[in-house]
């Protein structure tokens, strides 16, 4: 599969299966979403360089971010420079409420950032959200405008996870406060008015692993039984001789070196080959949500993108693979600097909330 292509999802369902029926058509920013005889498939330009203004915000990115895994090997010394030289703010939607919560987890307690995007009349479907980072960085903080903008436009009232992170709290400590937080979302829909046949997963790069993990074990244990998971360029897989570590290894801001201090952060010597720690390794995936899968051209983990969705396909999952051209890792959560990062986020929110839809 050629980088910008999807995979076919199956033929459209009933509103709030999950199946992409009834989405707009859109061509701009060189991404044309268009729908066929099974589905909507997401094409864009293959093999193009960075686009301007993603060339720009990698080029910043590189001066600011420490180099991890090679100069920079401390954790702590890592968080205290991007703190020193934190990114620009990003505009913050505003919302009805923003609440702070606390949830019972396994390591303790577990912050919760709750967004509602409109007074809660009615119970409203909820979105369990896990910020990336490589399990070692950033925060409920960092993605608080990007959970703000998910809130706003996929209508769903949002948690964020304030999940346990590495290398204090090694593997599996992220993934089982992930899952804690989410069933006790579900067990406490009335308090939070939200409905409990409504509840999605979705994360960012390592948040996205952390998703991916939880539909799983939802999936294969007591539940609660999701109804989509939203996974943006996710951290699937501890391997790095694909054709996109290849590719896209060095150059495009996050790097091979980053990622494999990450995932030593994480997995502190245990084996990554679990597939709490590695979703793509897991032996079935029948039975999981629809799924929305964001990837980049220009991304070291799109190939682990890539097979994570042709095998969610190949077991029966109703899945969209949009794979955008021009941009690096990281490109989904800046559109306020972003054309494409703009499209992409309206089409993802316009799925999840025809997904969602009561």
């Not at 620009?88 to 396994?106: C, F």
């Not at 960085?137 to 769903?156: E, V, Y």
């Not at 829909?189 to 790069?205: E, F, H, Q, T």
């Not at 245990?270 to 029948?286: E, F, I, M, Y």
Request: glycine share 10%; net charge negative.
């Amino acid at each position: 599969m050629q980088p910008g292509l999807t995979l076919p999802v199956p033929d459209a369902g009933p509103a709030g299966s999950g199946r992409g029926r009834g989405l707009p058509v859109t061509g701009d920013e060189g991404v044309l979403l268009a729908p066929d005889a099974l589905g909507f498939t997401v094409i864009g330009r293959s093999h193009m360089a960075l686009d301007p203004q993603s060339a720009a915000v990698v080029a910043a990115v590189q001066k600011r971010f420490p180099r991890l895994g090679t100069e920079v090997l401390d954790a702590a010394e890592a968080r205290r420079i991007l703190a020193e030289n934190p990114a620009a703010p990003a505009p913050k939607a505003e919302m009805h409420a923003v609440e702070e919560l606390t949830a019972p987890g396994p390591g303790g307690d577990i912050r919760l950032r709750v967004y509602r995007p409109y007074p809660a009349e009615a119970p409203s479907p909820a979105i369990v959200f896990f910020h990336g980072g490589g399990f070692v960085i950033c925060s409920l903080d960092t993605h608080d405008a990007p959970c703000r903008q998910m809130a706003l436009q996929t209508g769903a009232v949002v948690v964020s996870v304030d999940y346990r992170m590495a290398p204090e709290h090694r593997f599996p400590a992220a993934a089982e406060d992930a899952e804690a937080a989410t069933r006790w979302v579900a067990a406490h829909a009335a308090a939070l008015v939200v409905d409990p046949s409504r509840i999605a997963v979705a994360g960012d790069s390592a948040g996205g692993n952390l998703a991916a993990v939880v539909a799983q074990r939802c999936a294969r244990g007591a539940g609660p039984a999701l109804a989509y998971q939203l996974l943006i360029y996710p951290m699937l897989d501890h391997a790095f001789d694909t054709e996109s570590y290849r590719r896209n290894g060095h150059g495009y801001a996050v790097t091979i070196d980053h990622l494999r201090w990450y995932w030593d952060q994480y997995l502190g010597g245990l084996d990554g080959a679990d597939p709490t720690a590695s979703p793509l390794r897991a032996a079935d995936l029948r039975g999981l949500p629809p799924t929305y899968l964001v990837a980049a051209e220009h991304c070291p983990l799109r190939s682990e993108n890539e097979a994570y969705a042709e095998r969610l396909r190949a077991a029966g999952v109703p899945v969209t693979y949009a794979c955008y051209p021009g941009v690096a890792h990281g490109f989904f959560t800046l559109d306020h600097l972003l054309d494409t990062a703009r499209t992409a986020g309206r089409h993802a929110y316009a799925t999840v909330r025809e997904a969602l839809r009561g």
